[in-house]
């Protein structure tokens, strides 16, 4: 955020300002120099030592400057960060009574940005009062040299006037453009910042190309299919997925479970391309995936959905909440709302579409906001849906509600869960056991249970042994 507010505003105006007066100082430095040699030839004598001189200063201003403006431009970003997180999470600083942490924590941050600037404008100052110094000896051997010698040199007053008026205004054409040069160079810290963040690697390509378009009512049905899908964050890291392979039929309601680590969240990461494979590939009705533009991966009506297990509300109305691009009528939105039980919109209409949503739905509970996020599912309609442990941070019967829910409105919709609580899963099509990002297992839950020493089968015993018992009755 830094970069894009405060390093995008040096670039368009601080430093297109400050290379305006580079060029006007440019030409009085230039002028003035032209000038009193022309006037006062002896003058030379004193210029090129004076400019000697400055120009080494410069020099040497210059091996702090361009690292002090970096410093102030870092230093800000944590000011800015820890003010955001302060604002956003004041309700659980004072219930936990953590306010003079925080307050220590941002004036840190602050006094280190500030000591930054500080340093930053002291050492222009220091720049400043030697050209102002350089700038009187100039005027001081400029008279000297006029009052001595003016019988020799018979120079009319207009032209001495002329040239003590260059000579004391030397200082500010000094200070001008020395400021122009150091400034200019420290700000084009941000051009290198922005410059950094614009090379950064880039994900694909958001439109389909011509030669992979898909039809317009693509996906038809919704078969899922992972062809040795390898996967790794970043380079030099171990694969988190390890040649996945397993097919989700159309209309199918696939379970994905395993250990902490075992590549059950990654399945959805591959899916919906945020992290580019390895190798192998991901077919959606026939169509590689990795083919398309994103905005058919991710953004397509009817196209594949993900409700993750942190739900995730825009800010504004209710409406633009959850249909963004108003791609619904407001009744199929009260309905939506209604089948939820969130808003109480059957009763209230379209009065509740004009509710307001906080930045992240702050102003909802964690079980509301998952309920929204439902309910945008089901204006959505879906091939594919993705409940990525959707339900792990809600109570017992808002989950049964969502699955309730879940079973009923998308009904031909291929749906993953990847499970946080087992029971949720025990009744679906199909269970796939992760292990070490590998389909460990695949099969029905009563297939999987009835392998002595399974995964599956230790996972639901780890549950405990009267919980065991009733997640095996589930499945009978």
């Known amino acids: 955020m830094n970069r894009l507010t405060y390093d995008v505003e040096i670039i368009d105006i601080s430093l297109s300002t400050i290379m305006t007066i580079l060029m006007v100082s440019t030409g009085w430095f230039v002028t003035g120099i032209v000038l009193q040699i022309t006037i006062l030839p002896w003058n030379i004598c004193v210029l090129v030592p004076i400019t000697v001189i400055y120009w080494l200063i410069l020099l040497y201003y210059r091996k702090t400057a361009v690292d002090l403006q970096r410093l102030d431009a870092v230093s800000r970003s944590p000011v800015q960060s820890r003010l955001s997180e302060a604002i956003d999470g004041s309700t659980i600083i004072k219930v936990f009574g953590r306010i003079d942490y925080f307050e220590n924590m941002f004036r840190e941050s602050l006094d280190g940005n500030t000591s930054a600037m500080l340093n930053f404008m002291a050492a222009q100052r220091y720049l400043g009062s030697r050209f102002q110094v350089l700038g009187s000896f100039l005027v001081l051997f400029a008279a000297t040299f006029v009052v001595s010698y003016n019988d020799k040199l018979q120079l009319e007053t207009g032209l001495i006037a002329m040239l003590v008026i260059w000579t004391s205004n030397f200082t500010i054409t000094l200070s001008f453009f020395s400021q122009a040069v150091s400034e200019s160079e420290a700000y084009l810290t941000s051009v290198e910042r922005a410059r950094d963040m614009a090379e950064l690697p880039q994900e694909?390509?958001?439109?389909?190309?011509?030669?992979?378009?898909?039809?317009?009512?693509?996906?038809?049905?919704?078969?899922?299919?992972?062809?040795?899908?390898?996967?790794?964050?970043?380079?030099?890291?171990?694969?988190?997925?390890?040649?996945?392979?397993?097919?989700?039929?159309?209309?199918?309601?696939?379970?994905i479970v395993g250990r902490t680590g075992a590549g059950k969240s990654t399945i959805a990461v591959a899916l919906f391309r945020l992290t580019e494979l390895s190798s192998g590939m991901i077919t959606l009705d026939g169509h590689d995936l990795s083919k398309l533009g994103l905005s058919d991966v991710r953004g397509r009506q009817n196209g594949m959905l993900i409700i993750p297990q942190d739900p995730i509300l825009f800010s504004g109305t209710l409406r633009e909440c959850l249909d963004p691009w108003s791609l619904s009528s407001d009744d199929d939105i009260i309905e939506a709302l209604a089948m939820v039980k969130v808003a109480d919109a059957r009763k209230r209409g379209k009065d509740a579409l004009n509710d307001f949503v906080d930045e992240g739905g702050r102003n909802y509970s964690v079980g509301e906001r998952q309920l929204i996020c439902l309910a945008r599912a089901m204006l959505a309609k879906p091939k594919v849906l993705v409940l990525d442990e959707a339900t792990a941070s809600i109570d017992r019967e808002s989950d049964a509600f969502i699955q309730d829910m879940i079973r009923k409105r998308f009904q031909g919709t291929t749906i993953l869960t990847i499970a946080h609580r087992l029971d949720t899963i025990m009744d679906y099509d199909s269970v796939i056991?992760?292990?070490?990002?590998?389909?460990?297992?695949?099969g029905t839950p009563k297939e999987l249970l009835e392998i002595p020493d399974g995964l599956f089968t230790r996972l639901v015993d780890s549950t405990g042994r009267e919980s065991a018992i009733a997640l095996r009755k589930m499945v009978k």
Request: overall charge negative; aromatic content about 10%.
């Open 433 to 442: 056991v992760m292990d070490g990002g590998k389909a460990a297992e695949v």
């Open 204 to 255: 694909s390509e958001y439109e389909t190309i011509d030669d992979y378009e898909v039809p317009s009512d693509w996906p038809r049905e919704g078969n899922l299919q992972f062809n040795d899908v390898c996967l790794r964050y970043r380079p030099g890291l171990p694969l988190a997925l390890n040649k996945l392979s397993f097919t989700a039929n159309a209309g199918e309601r696939v379970g």
